[in-house]
């Protein structure tokens, strides 16, 4: 049963506008939330995380949002940029595994200029 | 940002062969990760390692082994690679100590295994 689920499998968004990226959890165990971007044939790389303490976090054009009593997160990119296109995966973490992160299956986000 | 390396990039092979996919860091983490990543889907984590001469399995089943004699260094091997094998390999390393706390991985560039 997958733990950790986006279900938007793709996002078309017009340059300059915002992008809404959502992630639902299903382990409350989960404490601590990460955004990692992916182009193709490279690894991810982290982008922003919030931890469970806090409802949001903001780091330049990208803020995650977090409601824990619909264990759902957002991930809003405003203004969006095509260097913004590639894949976002959502991944969750907490002590009860050790803190090895769980990943959703992400979302291919496609700026058009 | 830690630097985090894996080779080969790509890798073509037959079945049956034996691989071996190399990955190191030179951030000193303790922490290091395999993960299995097909196009479309989550990525599983297959590996994992708290320190030298520790290592686990992951959430998802692998016929795949590994080793860490070094801090630095964490290599997957495949005996005998099949098609079913084919995929993206991806390791990662985090700075966390011990089996606590949440933090942040760093990737390496993946390798994308193609078995015939």
């Known amino acids: 049963d997958q733990q950790v689920k986006q279900n938007s499998p793709s996002l078309s968004v017009q340059e300059g506008r915002i992008s809404i990226l959502n992630c639902d959890y299903t382990n409350s165990m989960f404490d601590y939330f990460l955004w990692y971007k992916k182009y193709p044939a490279e690894g991810p790389t982290f982008l922003i995380s919030?931890?469970?303490?806090?409802d949001k976090n903001e780091d330049g054009r990208f803020t995650v949002f977090l409601n824990k009593s619909a264990k759902h997160l957002s991930l809003h990119i405003v203004p969006s940029q095509p260097g913004d296109s590639a894949v976002y995966f959502c991944a969750a973490s907490g002590n009860t595994n050790a803190g090895k992160s769980t990943f959703g299956d992400g979302t291919t986000l496609t700026v058009k200029p | 940002e830690a630097d985090i390396y894996q080779t080969p990039r790509y890798l073509v092979i037959g079945t049956g062969k034996k691989i071996t996919l190399e990955c190191s860091q030179t951030m000193g983490h303790d922490k290091m990760y395999w993960y299995q990543q097909d196009p479309g889907m989550e990525l599983h984590l297959i590996h994992y390692s708290y320190g030298v001469n520790s290592t686990e399995k992951g959430d998802l089943s692998s016929e795949s082994t590994v080793s860490r004699i070094r801090t630095e260094h964490f290599p997957l091997t495949l005996e005998s690679a099949r098609p079913s094998h084919t995929s993206q390999y991806l390791c990662?390393?985090?700075?966390?100590?011990?089996?606590?706390?949440?933090?942040?991985?760093?990737f390496g560039s993946g390798t994308q295994l193609s078995v015939l």
């Open positions: 919030i931890s469970s303490i806090k």
């Open positions: 990662a390393s985090s700075e966390g100590v011990g089996l606590l706390g949440n933090e942040k991985l760093f």
